[in-house]
């Protein structure tokens, strides 16, 4: 499969991050990487669902993780045959593609089983047993197909029927009696230019008379095979030759092994590792939603570069970035954030600005570029500015944010004082929202001296409303910090109105006798003048941290 590489923000993202991703794949895409796609790692908010709805722009994908999927190591397109196909031309394809293994599917696609040399050669042992009577499934098509034979006269041609070959290579008698207790009516004979034992062959109504070495019937039993429904073929190749061929003129579905399992394209690698060590050839088939064959994967495609590439915006530590990504090349970071304990092998593209939105470095990479942006990109760019300055008032705003803002207002003729009060009104819906999704929409992880905690930030204009649901969110706070082992988890709540913010913390009473805010109510302390959660909280936060930790 062709490599993609996947622009994506942090988990729980914000409209920034998921504007971000968003505006940025197109950029790439204008700049000719076309396999260039924006994802996102978590749920929209309502206000993120607000911007993308009115200004009709693509939703990022949602990619809950980038944990290995066997998806990721495809290269090749699917090589596949039909269940009705004749042995021998299977065969022959896989020696001219150099293939060892072929998935055999039915007209619809879906898989039905594996051909390999070794199911082939267990089907070749388990059916020409000389102790017993051997039946082939078999059709006259596939007959005249690889005996490229010349047909004289052909009845029920594309019927699929197990029969017996039975070869005329003995006196009269003897092969009259042998015939006999076959089942004419189901056999296949082979036979010469013997015109006794043919017009008896006829007689008996065998299903298949199969005349050797070219030689073909007179007009008289020519007659009688089309009277009886006797199909008539004559094989260009003598008797032992034409015996061997009719052993491949089977369908390919009848030699499958349908014992090797089918894997979906977005099963877990860790999944597919023990069946695929197990499996013929070291290979097995890999099936979409439907069960169509979208691929073969082997052992060795495990140890390649997987066919995915990141590019990360909106943050630079692994611990918010996307489950999984470390499995990847990282091509390009571009952020606004303090700069966490991020390290690659190889030399990359780092793009890190003091700004107060990540949108206002892709607005600009447009401009170095000279990449006129469409009036929807640079709509939702300017949403995404406003949106993480608070509407220009937060403190991490600078002087490039408001010139970006001014020239995107311009572009899209947005203004931008209304867009942001509206921008801020579908924020507000927020209140509403369950504990667990309060906490978990603007989640990040950090980690200081060597422990972990996590802040999550709302913005409302009726901060009040959580007050009241103090316990519901406190609760839903002590269960994360619980669950994964944190100093702490906290919830910040900026009110927009006046740019003051309440702080909502649980975790190890030894940290909250570290704090010494002012205090609201139990669990909720008052923030004045703080609004961002990266420029002012953290730093705070990282002092008590530090402290509890002597």
Aim: some cysteine; overall charge negative; proline content about 5%.
């Amino acid at each position: 499969m062709e490599k993609q590489i996947y622009i994506i923000g942090h988990r729980n993202p914000d409209t920034d991050s998921v504007v971000s991703a968003a505006a940025y794949a197109r950029l790439k895409q204008a700049l000719g990487q076309q396999n260039c796609f924006a994802a996102r790692a978590g749920n929209l908010s309502p206000q993120t669902e607000y911007i993308f709805d009115r200004f009709k722009v693509p939703v990022p994908e949602h990619l809950p993780d980038l944990i290995p999927k066997t998806s990721y190591y495809l290269s090749d397109p699917p090589v596949t045959i039909a269940e009705d196909v004749a042995l021998w031309d299977a065969l022959e394809r896989m020696q001219k593609e150099s293939l060892r293994v072929i998935p055999i599917v039915d007209a619809q696609g879906m898989y039905k089983s594996m051909l390999h040399y070794r199911g082939f050669a267990n089907y070749i042992i388990t059916h020409i047993n000389p102790h017993k009577k051997s039946y082939f499934p078999v059709s006259i098509n596939h007959l005249i197909s690889t005996l490229r034979a010349q047909p004289i006269t052909v009845f029920n041609a594309q019927e699929v029927k197990k029969s017996p070959i039975v070869v005329a290579g003995s006196y009269n008698d003897y092969f009259k009696k042998h015939l006999e207790e076959t089942s004419p009516a189901d056999a296949l004979v082979i036979l010469g230019d013997r015109w006794d034992l043919q017009k008896f062959c006829l007689e008996r109504k065998v299903r298949a008379l199969i005349l050797t070495s070219g030689h073909t019937l007179d007009r008289e039993l020519s007659a009688l095979a089309e009277k009886n429904g006797v199909s008539v073929i004559t094989s260009p190749f003598d008797t032992s030759s034409t015996a061997m061929l009719i052993i491949y003129s089977a369908p390919v579905g009848a030699m499958g092994d349908d014992t090797v399992p089918l894997v979906r394209l977005n099963d877990p690698v860790r999944k597919i590792r023990e069946p695929l060590s197990k499996a013929p050839s070291r290979c097995l088939p890999v099936g979409d939603a439907d069960g169509r064959v979208a691929g073969l994967i082997f052992e060795g495609d495990l140890i390649k570069e997987p066919n995915i590439e990141v590019i990360m915006v909106d943050h630079n530590e692994p611990s918010q970035a996307i489950e999984g990504i470390e499995n990847y090349h990282i091509q390009e970071v571009i952020d606004h954030h303090r700069l966490g304990n991020f390290s690659t092998k190889y030399p990359i593209t780092f793009i890190n600005k003091v700004v107060g939105a990540t949108c206002t470095i892709i607005a600009n990479l447009y401009r170095e570029a000279h990449v006129p942006m469409e009036k929807e990109i640079a709509s939702i760019l300017l949403c995404g500015i406003l949106a993480d300055t608070l509407t220009l008032h937060s403190a991490t705003t600078t002087d490039t944010d408001r010139n970006t803002a001014e020239y995107l207002s311009s572009v899209t003729g947005l203004d931008i004082s209304q867009l942001g009060q509206e921008l801020q009104t579908e924020a507000n819906r927020i209140n509403a929202r369950p504990a667990d999704e309060l906490v978990a929409m603007d989640m990040k992880e950090y980690a200081e001296q060597g422990a972990e905690f996590s802040v999550s930030q709302i913005e409302t204009d009726r901060p009040d409303d959580l007050i009241t649901r103090q316990e519901e969110i406190l609760g839903e706070l002590e269960k994360i910090a619980l669950a994964r082992k944190y100093l702490f988890a906290a919830l910040l709540v900026t009110d927009v109105t006046v740019l003051d913010s309440l702080l909502f913390v649980a975790g190890k009473k030894a940290f909250i006798a570290q704090i010494h805010f002012p205090q609201r109510d139990t669990g909720i302390y008052v923030m004045k003048d703080v609004v961002s959660r990266k420029k002012q909280l953290i730093p705070l936060l990282s002092e008590l941290v530090e402290k509890a930790g002597k």
